[in-house]
């Protein structure tokens, strides 16, 4: 079975400060995602990466980073964290076709 | 193009009911459709799959049909339980664009005992 873990299932922040959200995957996978879920908004598309040190935007980038400097782990990074980045954030990770979730990070910003 | 759009958006359904929830799309460069579901404080969790190839797949209580013609996909939840109450998504990718997923906005299904 593929495992995909995130670092911290609940995570409480305050405004300004730096966030660091990891993902780790157990498979070799090469591709990894990092979403966020709003309700009413569904799942949307931070960032990806398809190799070690190599990453591309995804719908809403804006206010994030990301590293992958081993192909297990993909971190992301809020920069200075804002109110409006309160959310679960979602890892995924490729295998084949299918992408396998992590339980998720239940951020709040305050 | 990039959209995929499902409904309905919540779903009621007595025990032993079948479920049913509907996806369509525009783009025909998709190749893999995906199912996720979904319970409270989860992370999504691949339910089942189908390719454009096949028109039906079957596991278990879970089928996707598939209609290539008229760009839809549905999945069918027979002798729905109690435990099937979570919300459901449907998703497509292709390979030009790095397998990305793009989702569906969700369904929140209910099992009444």
């Known amino acids: 079975d593929v495992k995909v873990t995130q670092s911290s299932r609940y995570l409480v922040k305050r405004t300004g400060e730096k966030v660091f959200l990891e993902c780790v995957q157990d498979?070799?996978?090469?591709?990894m995602f990092w979403y966020r879920q709003d309700p009413g908004l569904g799942l949307r598309l931070i960032y990806f990466?398809?190799?070690?040190?190599?990453?591309e935007k995804g719908d809403i980038p804006e206010g994030y980073s990301v590293s992958r400097e081993k192909k297990e782990r993909f971190s992301l990074i809020l920069e200075s964290a804002s109110t409006n980045q309160t959310s679960m954030y979602l890892c995924?990770?490729?295998?084949?076709?299918?992408?396998?979730f992590g339980p998720g990070t239940r951020l709040t910003v305050l | 193009q990039q959209q995929v759009k499902q409904s309905p958006q919540s779903l009621i359904v007595q025990k032993g009911g079948i479920s049913i929830i509907n996806c369509a799309y525009e783009?025909?460069?998709?190749?893999?459709f995906p199912w996720y579901q979904q319970f409270p404080g989860k992370g999504p969790a691949l339910l089942i799959a189908?390719?454009?190839?096949?028109s039906e797949k079957k596991e278990g209580r879970f089928t996707i049909s598939f209609n290539k013609s008229a760009k839809q996909f549905s999945l069918h939840i027979m002798d729905s339980q109690p435990g099937d109450s979570a919300t459901y998504f449907c998703?497509?990718?292709?390979?030009?664009?790095?397998?990305?997923?793009?989702f569906g906005s969700g369904t929140r299904l209910l099992v009444r005992p």
């Open positions: 995924a990770s490729l295998g084949r076709r299918a992408q396998y």
């Open positions: 189908i390719r454009p190839d096949v």
């Open positions: 998703a497509a990718s292709m390979v030009d664009s790095s397998y990305k997923l793009i």
């Open positions: 783009n025909t460069a998709f190749d893999y």
């Open positions: 498979m070799d996978h090469e591709n």
């Open positions: 990466s398809y190799d070690v040190k190599m990453k």
